[in-house]
T-cell receptor
Framework: DAGITQSPRHKVTETGTPVTLRCHQTENHRYMYWYRQDPGHGLRLIHYSYGVKDTDKGEVSDGYSVSRSKTEDFLLTLESATSSQTSVYFC???????WGYGYTFGSGTRLTVV | LAKTTQPISMDSYEGQEVNITCSHNNIATNDYITWYQQFPSQGPRFIIQGYKTKVTNEVASLFIPADRKSSTLSLPRVSLSDTAVYYCLVGAPRDDKIIFGKGTRLHILP
């Protein structure tokens, strides 16, 4: 999607290894979000950011950390990957004051933990 | 954040009008209703948003009754490419975050 890029698009990693996913935006939007999507669960919010160095937890934040040192980048880190973290991860951005103005989602990162 | 309930799945045929209803009994005064569409292997895409009555854009219409406890997304003359998952979300636009439910899996048949 224009303005938002996720990397890598696919990754296979071993249990216990650290993994960092990157979300990069060129829209200068204040709000950024990380979601995971699993069959039967829909989209679940992991963490979100409302500005540089300002982050907060979502509904499934255990095992994940995030950092936002620049407006354009929002990093999601799995400190020690587990098989339960195998999922598709989506980043989203919004322009101002939250979701009501419409989220723009990235194309996703498919992570497999073996 | 208001809880929403929508059908898990629906089937329809090309050329038909499809209506997907979402229940949100505890919607608050400041809440808006927003629908997203997600194709396989892609992130969700904003379709339409409304507060009351009817909203129409080039993709869909959104019908909201006076009590606002439910809403209906209407897709006119669907095609195979409308096969996707559709999410109904309810919340105040200034909320910092929104929770997606499981959505409705719409399957269009030829």
């Amino acid at each position: 999607d224009a303005g938002i890029t996720q990397s890598p698009r696919h990754k296979v990693t071993e249990t216990g290894t650290p993994v960092t996913l990157r979300c990069h935006q060129t829209e200068n939007h204040r709000y950024m979000y990380w979601y995971r999507q699993d069959p039967g669960h829909g989209l679940r919010l992991i963490h979100y950011s409302y500005g540089v160095k300002d982050t907060d937890k979502g509904e499934v934040s255990d095992g994940y950390s995030v950092s936002r040192s620049k407006t354009e980048d929002f990093l999601l880190t799995l400190e020690s990957a587990t098989s339960s973290q195998t999922s598709v991860y989506f980043c989203a951005i919004s322009e101002s004051a939250g979701w009501g103005y419409g989220y723009t989602f990235g194309s996703g990162t498919r992570l497999t933990v073996v | 954040l208001a809880k929403t309930t929508q059908p898990i799945s629906m089937d329809s045929y090309e050329g038909q009008e499809v209506n997907i209803t979402c229940s949100h009994n505890n919607i608050a005064t400041n809440d808006y209703i927003t629908w997203y569409q997600q194709f396989p292997s892609q992130g969700p895409r904003f379709i339409i948003q409304g507060y009351k009555t009817k909203v129409t854009n080039e993709v869909a219409s959104l019908f909201i009754p006076a009590d606002r406890k439910s809403s209906t997304l209407s897709l006119p003359r669907v095609s195979l490419s409308d096969t996707a998952v559709y999410y109904c979300l309810v919340g105040a636009p200034r909320d910092d975050k929104i929770i997606f439910g499981k959505g409705t899996r719409l399957h269009i048949l030829p």
